[in-house]
């Protein structure tokens, strides 16, 4: 893992890495073109195929958005960011976005 990251786990390991945590695991949720009441959405990004294909295989890969080292470089090999993200990739579709976002904002304001 690069320099910069380390230093933001040691110097902020709550709120701010928590939240950088949920927006990578909303945009892999968002990748799958599927919103939460199972209705197809419209991806739109550069990558689309590339991510969509990854996001596809997350229900049993839950790593497999962030394993692409072109895009998260070695992220997916921090056990810290990787629990955390599939912690809150498990929230996003087993709760809802609105359920996980606000415990995330509970839990940084402890």
């Known amino acids: ?53 990854r996001a596809r295989r997350q229900r049993l890969e839950p790593t497999a958005f962030v394993a692409d080292r072109g895009v998260f470089a070695d992220l997916v090999d921090d056990e810290r960011f990787a629990s955390g993200y599939v912690a809150t990739l498990a929230s996003l579709h087993q709760k809802g976005a609105q359920r996980t976002v606000e415990g995330i904002v509970r839990a940084t304001r402890t």
Do not use: F
């Open 1 to 53: 893992m690069s320099q910069p990251l380390d230093g933001c786990w040691t110097q902020s390991p709550g709120g701010e890495v928590r939240r950088s945590i949920a927006a990578i695991a909303s945009r892999a949720r968002y990748a799958e073109g599927i919103e939460e009441h199972g209705r197809p959405i419209q991806v739109v990004d550069r990558m689309r195929d590339q991510l969509m294909a």
